[in-house]
């Protein structure tokens, strides 16, 4: 049976099965005739729309004469950079691209859902997945980078060493849960969150369906903000320094 495309997932198939295959081809899976899926098709379109938005913004920047959306990023990106020196350190704004690119990707996959004719890919379990394991590599890059390697394994060992043997394999398992629980949280509220808009969408008419696309709106800023925010509590743990 045919499966149901969005239409630009439908364009990606009818112009772009070649390529989609080539890339399946890459990470050894099977090629097919339409290889494109519409979280796939929509993670594409969310980074060609970032990189436009940022595209327009950056020959605007001025100090003298900052426009609508220039007031908007600096908004934004005092408010990152505040979380980032809260959660982190003095140090934060160094890992600050990272939480930026994490929350503004994620933001926008959470909003585009809400425009009809396009789905949000955070309510597909590999989207918020693959931004947890994101995420996860990257505190434990920076970790390393911080405190080295055998430092940063220390930590594993806990404050006392001869507990050692009981906190590594907590440790290892709270690290592990992680991801997990990253892309379980960001999953399970798109996922419900776009049900119910799309449940009421269809029963109601006029003002109740406003309402709950803008809990929708509500929602997708707060779990962009608690991806966010849970990173940077991993990445502060990851390169805080022993005294």
Same mark, same amino acid.
Request: proline share 6%; hydrophobic share 55%.
């Given at each position: 049976?045919?499966?149901?495309?969005?239409?630009?997932?439908?364009?990606?198939?009818?112009?772009?099965?070649?390529?989609?295959?080539?890339?399946?081809?890459?990470?050894?899976?099977?090629?097919?005739?339409?290889?494109?899926?519409?979280?796939?098709?929509?993670?594409?379109?969310?980074?060609?729309?970032?990189?436009?938005?940022?595209?327009?913004?950056?020959?605007?920047?001025?100090?003298?004469?900052?426009?609508?959306?220039?007031?908007?990023?600096?908004?934004?990106?005092?408010?990152?950079?505040?979380?980032?020196?809260?959660?982190?350190?003095?140090?934060?704004?160094? $890992?600050?691209?990272?939480?930026? =690119?994490?929350? *503004?990707?994620? #933001?926008?996959?959470? /909003?585009?859902?809400? %425009?009809?004719?396009?789905?949000?890919?955070?309510?597909?379990?590999?989207?918020?997945?693959?931004?947890?394991?994101?995420?996860?590599?990257?505190?434990?890059?920076?970790?390393?980078?911080?405190?080295?390697?055998?430092?940063?394994?220390?930590?594993?060992?806990?404050?006392?060493?001869?507990?050692?043997?009981?906190?590594?394999?907590?440790?290892?398992?709270?690290?592990?849960?992680?991801?997990?629980?990253?892309?379980?949280?960001?999953?399970?509220?798109? $996922?419900?969150?776009?049900?119910? =808009?799309?449940? *009421?969408?269809? #029963?109601?008419?006029? /003002?109740?369906?406003? %309402?709950?696309?803008?809990?929708?709106?509500?929602?997708?800023?707060?779990?962009?903000?608690?991806?966010?925010?849970?990173?940077?509590?991993?990445?502060?743990?990851?390169?805080?320094?022993?005294?």
């Amino acid at each position: 049976m045919h499966k149901t495309e969005l239409w630009i997932t439908k364009l990606f198939n009818d112009y772009l099965a070649g390529v989609g295959n080539a890339l399946r081809h890459v990470v050894g899976i099977a090629p097919e005739p339409r290889p494109w899926e519409d979280f796939i098709a929509m993670q594409i379109l969310v980074v060609v729309i970032l990189m436009v938005v940022f595209a327009i913004l950056k020959p605007r920047l001025s100090l003298d004469r900052p426009g609508k959306l220039q007031h908007i990023f600096e908004v934004l990106y005092g408010f990152l950079h505040d979380q980032a020196e809260e959660q982190v350190g003095h140090d934060g704004h160094h $890992y600050l691209p990272f939480f930026g =690119t994490i929350f *503004f990707f994620i #933001l926008f996959c959470n /909003l585009i859902g809400v %425009i009809p004719g396009f789905e949000s890919p955070t309510m597909i379990p590999s989207v918020p997945a693959g931004c947890a394991l994101a995420a996860f590599c990257y505190y434990n890059i920076v970790g390393v980078q911080a405190n080295g390697t055998l430092k940063y394994l220390a930590h594993f060992v806990g404050p006392m060493p001869a507990l050692a043997i009981l906190m590594i394999p907590i440790e290892i398992v709270s690290h592990l849960a992680r991801p997990l629980s990253l892309t379980i949280r960001l999953f399970a509220n798109m $996922y419900a969150g776009e049900q119910v =808009t799309l449940v *009421f969408l269809k #029963l109601t008419i006029l /003002l109740v369906p406003a %309402i709950f696309m803008a809990l929708h709106i509500f929602v997708s800023f707060l779990q962009a903000y608690i991806f966010m925010l849970l990173t940077m509590m991993y990445v502060a743990g990851a390169v805080a320094h022993e005294h």
